[in-house]
T-cell receptor
């Protein structure tokens, strides 16, 4: 039972355009959501997070939107840069339960 | 500040052999996590330590996997005997306190191939 779903395995975007990565979840008890970025041969690094009491959180070029009624969140990267090419993981917490990750979306930003 | 260190980076073994991975967390971080990431999947928690005590090992296959964190600092994860399906990247992460929603910092991982 996959509680965090990233249905797009890959995404290609031109440099300077917007990248939108999507994530759906099934567990309504999730109350905190995170995005991690992973380069090849490196561990995931924390990118941005959002609490369930908010619907938007912004950090520079990165914005995460949360739609609780739809159990959906998205990560927007504007403008996209070649260095953003990586695998992006959506993850979620519920109380004190372990962090649950999605399968990831590979973003390719084309110069 | 040094990040999470892991060794070895790569390991190839035959099935039924044993293997051990080592992790040194960020200095001062009380909580340490071991994750298994199978190709095409997201990381899955195997075990969580708070100092040298186990907080959660519900997803650790205890018949073949073991982990310890004897002095509350570095940790080892062992697989004995290994199976083909254990081929994965084993990630170690640490966090300062370990409360829910705290950011976890990951090491580069150990890529294991079981033949």
């Amino acid at each position: 039972d996959q509680q965090v779903k990233q249905n797009s395995p890959s995404l290609s975007v031109q440099e300077g355009r917007i990248s939108i990565l999507n994530c759906d979840y099934t567990n309504s008890m999730f109350d905190y959501f995170l995005w991690y970025k992973k380069y090849p041969a490196e561990g995931p690094t924390f990118l941005i997070s959002i609490s369930s009491i908010k619907d938007k959180n912004e950090d520079g070029r990165f914005t995460v939107f949360l739609n609780k009624s739809a159990k959906h969140l998205s990560l927007h990267i504007v403008p996209s840069q070649p260095g953003d090419s990586a695998v992006y993981f959506c993850a979620a917490y519920s109380g004190n339960t372990p962090l649950v990750f999605g399968k990831g979306t590979r973003l390719s930003v084309i110069a | 500040e040094a990040g999470v260190a892991q060794s070895p980076r790569y390991k190839i073994i035959e099935k039924r052999q044993s293997v051990a991975f080592w992790c040194n967390p960020i200095s001062g971080h009380a909580t340490l996590y071991w994750y298994q990431q199978i190709l095409g999947q997201g990381p899955k928690l195997l075990i969580q330590f708070q100092n040298n005590g186990v907080v959660d090992d519900s997803q650790l296959p205890k018949d073949r996997f073991s982990a310890e964190r004897l002095k509350g600092v570095d940790s080892t994860l062992k697989i004995q005997p290994a199976k083909l399906e254990d081929s994965a990247v084993y990630l170690c992460a640490s966090s300062l306190v370990g409360y829910s929603q705290e950011t976890q910092y990951f090491g580069p991982g150990t890529r294991l191939l079981v033949l």
